[in-house]
């Protein structure tokens, strides 16, 4: 794996909470908004429902006032008629004595019942006496209602425009007395107070307005003046404000007249004041002719007011829902997100560690082999300076033949020492050739024993402690025995003349349970220094000015191959203790013969 593949910042969260959560505040924001225009459309278009609704109740309830007025003026009109002091006074044209006996009659519809024009006229259409304007007489009457009853004689109502510019219900009866049509009795009331009580009933406000077309304005301003009011009535482009339902003019009605749409249409139109739903219906008269519209209003202030109050309160509480949502979401991805991330880091910390071990295995397997080969050749070289070195002096002592003999044989010794090295290199490397079969141990060390008195050149006492029965082993006894001999080898090298050795075999349980065998060497010599302790089984780690470094890590090879354990420690009493322990029978299946020959 190449080094430093991967660098140490780049754990790179995906950014998935954040797509998570932009895409929930899309969807809250879109239900909200969506919540919000559904129910402000509802809302508008149950307005103008309403409205229209009320527009159309208009029409309806104003005819069912004037049915019921027109009602009230024929029951006046027939209860009149009975009078014979009445009949006579109108037969005579005595105008004193006709208006002098209908005068209290007059004054009480006048008070109570709305009625404000009283008209005795003949069946010549000419007037005889006018009760609410007695000075006027003796005209012809030339309006629908009067000249219907009086060609049909039928009674005849409905709403007439007076020269004035005045609307009014007028109710014509032909008067029947003593088994004769005498003339027509006609009443009739101003329709303002029935435009009030309709407004009042559908709770909107409206105005009548004629077409200027349809009177004199300057008879109508005149008849204005006369009646005290010239400024209630207003004149509006082609439309002249003849009556309305309620006292005043509110301003915001008043300055959408010049706009109205007279083609019936509805809308809402908004003002200073909030909105206002706005509609004209057509007004006839009894003739049916279009005289002008009514105008009708409804104010939508407080509707909207509380709609909006609570339009705004219901917003609130769903953004405040969306939000408790939204939050609830991003504490949870957090979390998910820090787990993920934990996680993350987790892989990438142990990636790195097996990265940087691998390199530190490496690194030592690079050092390990420096350091192999650096004593290698530290090891040839120095004999081999000897050698060429010697050969130089032989070379210019040829006339001493005695000195030539004792360089030879230095350079021979030195040879030796060469090949003892390369012999030791090649014991290394042959371990690896392994042959165990069941073997007596205390056989082994007898003969690594006998190897090493004859190896040893001075007087060392070894103690022998072994058991008396046999202690068989599956072993190779090759093996096993050049690696007690280097533990002897070793252990006399540590002790100094007249030294003592103890090798001692015992059977030893391993910690895991396995049985086996324990091999102790032990010396009263100094003992093993800190630092010689940690690199004890080190190829070429030496402290002794002739040695190789490789006796024990040849030790330690052996042992791994037998599957066994090999320590070192410092005796209490002084001396140093090595300690082989080997199981009963290996793992590994025994070599076949001609394999391990080759
Ligand atoms: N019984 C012991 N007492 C004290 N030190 C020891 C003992 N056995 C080994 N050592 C130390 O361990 C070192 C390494 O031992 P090892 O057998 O591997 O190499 P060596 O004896 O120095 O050389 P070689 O075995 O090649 O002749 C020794 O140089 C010595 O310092
Ligand atoms: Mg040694």
Redesign the pocket.
Known sequence: MALGRRSGNDIATPPVRRHILARLAGLIAFVVVAFVMTVWIIERRTRDDEFSAAVRSVETLLAQKIDTATGLMRATVAALGTSDEIAHAFQMRDRDRLRSSVGPLFDTLRRDHRITHLYFTGLDRVNVLRMHEPETHGDLIDRFTTRTAAETGAPSAGIELGPFGTLTLRSVTPWKHDGATIGLIELGEEIGPLLADTGLSLGVHLYALIRRDTTDPTIWRQGRRMSGQPARHLEFGDHILVSQSSPETLPAERALFPELLYDGSIRTVQTSGGPLSVATAPLRDASGRAVGVLAIFADRSRAQATFTYWMILATLASLAAGAAVFFSFNRALAGVEAAYRRQHELEHRLLTISDEHQRIVRLEKLSAMGTMVGEIAHQLNNPLVGVVNMAQLAERSVDKPDRVREMLGEIRKAGQNCSAFVK?MLDFTKVSCFDSRPTDLRAIADEALALFNQSIGRRVSIERVMPDAPAVAVVDPNLLGHAIF?LL???A??TGEGGRVRISLAQAAHADGRPGWRFTVE?D????SDD?MRR?FTPF????K????????VVQHIVLLHEGEVG?ANRQEG??S?ALWLPEAVSVAPRAPDESAA
Do not use: H, S, V, Y
């Open positions: 030791r280097n080898t070793n252990a090298q540590a010396d010599g100094p003992g093993i010689a004890l780690f030496t402290t002794r002739e040695g190789t470094g490789l006796g024990l890590a070192a001396g140093a090595l």
